[in-house]
């Protein structure tokens, strides 16, 4: 702050402009840069050498230095030049400031992770929470020790609120989210469980026998209704959703002691098929496989950290 200071002091003010960086606008960065050879070198062909110029165009430069600022900057006193009032004034805080810009537009882009302290915040389906959770957690804290997750629902309202930049990333299912960058993860595939032992594995599972069942419907939002009863729509069947859990855990736990039966996740269900005790098969409708997208805003494009985040969530997803 002290070097934008003193450039702010010897620049604008001595040029007579009323603001710290309106004048910039009218002015030639490639005029500056000159002219900080020209004041460093004290010799045309010098400063044109440094500069990769022809004596020409350097000397053209002085001169229009010299007219931007109403001063002759340089003063011949015999055989050489020599630095006017103004310019020995301007040098240092000129060179300063030019470094100063130059370190702006041309440190590299680097991110050191062990020195990240953020807390990244995702909406997430139950699905994406349980799948994709644990393997982001695992990369972030080997890699960024110093940053938390907190996961909350994918609900109505996720994708408002990422807009309004109370969230980072929402992973939810596949739709048109307008104002915000998106991703299509991955495809997951249906399967059906019912406890060991169910009275339904016993012969073959049309879809009738299917639908006489009680379902279980896992669904945040209270909806009884989705893809399993459209399948049977076609069919001109219909089911009943006796049990609605906002949780594919709590979903399959009372499936393991009932003659419920749950239709969901394939990955879902191999992680718990044993522990639990449950039978999986596949449903006798044909069910197309449900879609996860990935949601951001177009602000945190560039965002470093948050570009590592979101390729971790690629990679557990794939």
């Known amino acids: 702050m002290k070097q934008l200071q003193v450039l702010q002091c010897?620049?604008?003010?001595?040029?007579?402009?009323?603001?710290?960086?309106?004048?910039?606008?009218?002015?030639?960065?490639?005029?500056?840069?000159?002219?900080?050879?020209?004041?460093?070198?004290?010799?045309?062909?010098?400063?044109?050498?440094?500069?990769g110029l022809s004596e020409s165009a350097t000397s053209h430069a002085l001169a229009r230095a010299r007219r931007h600022f109403d001063d002759p900057l340089l003063v011949r006193v015999g055989r050489k030049m020599t630095l006017s009032d103004r310019a020995r004034r301007m040098a240092p805080s000129l060179r300063a400031g030019l470094e100063l810009v130059a370190s702006a537009v041309t440190t590299p882009a680097t991110l050191d992770l062990g020195e990240v302290?953020?807390?990244?915040?995702?909406?997430?389906?139950?699905?994406?929470?349980?799948?994709?959770?644990?393997?982001?957690?695992?990369?972030?804290?080997?890699?960024?020790?110093g940053v938390d997750l907190v996961f909350s629902p994918a609900n109505a309202v996720a994708l408002d609120l990422l807009r309004q930049g109370e969230l980072d990333v929402v992973l939810t299912r596949d739709r048109r989210a307008k104002g915000?960058?998106?991703?299509?993860?991955?495809?997951?595939?249906?399967?059906?469980?019912?406890?060991?032992?169910?009275?339904?594995?016993?012969?073959?599972?049309?879809?009738?026998?299917?639908?006489?069942?009680?379902?279980?419907?896992?669904?945040?939002?209270?909806?009884?209704?989705?893809?399993?009863?459209?399948?049977?729509?076609?069919?001109?069947?219909?089911?009943r959703v006796a049990y609605v859990s906002p949780t594919f855990l709590g979903a399959a736990r009372v499936v393991a002691q009932s003659d419920l039966v749950l239709t969901g996740s394939r990955r879902n269900a191999e992680e718990v098929a044993e522990p639990l005790g449950l039978a999986t098969f596949e449903p006798p409708v044909k069910l197309t496989p449900f879609r996860?997208?990935?949601?951001?805003?177009?602000?945190?494009?560039?965002?470093?950290?948050?570009?590592?985040?979101?390729?971790?969530?690629?990679?557990?997803?794939?």
């Not at 996860?292 to 794939?318: K, T």
């Open 117 to 145: 302290r953020r807390v990244v915040r995702i909406a997430a389906t139950d699905f994406a929470h349980s799948v994709l959770g644990p393997v982001l957690w695992r990369a972030v804290s080997q890699a960024a020790p």
């Open 10 to 51: 010897h620049v604008c003010i001595q040029c007579r402009y009323d603001g710290p960086v309106e004048h910039l606008a009218g002015l030639d960065a490639n005029l500056l840069i000159a002219l900080d050879a020209l004041l460093a070198e004290q010799h045309v062909g010098r400063a044109a050498r440094r500069l």
């Open 292 to 318: 996860q997208a990935m949601y951001w805003r177009p602000s945190d494009e560039h965002d470093l950290f948050l570009s590592w985040v979101r390729d971790r969530i690629r990679d557990a997803a794939a």
């Open 180 to 239: 915000l960058r998106y991703e299509l993860l991955l495809e997951e595939a249906f399967v059906s469980m019912v406890r060991r032992g169910h009275p339904v594995l016993a012969g073959r599972i049309t879809a009738k026998r299917f639908a006489s069942l009680g379902h279980v419907v896992v669904n945040p939002g209270l909806r009884k209704r989705g893809a399993v009863d459209a399948a049977l729509g076609k069919r001109n069947l219909r089911r």
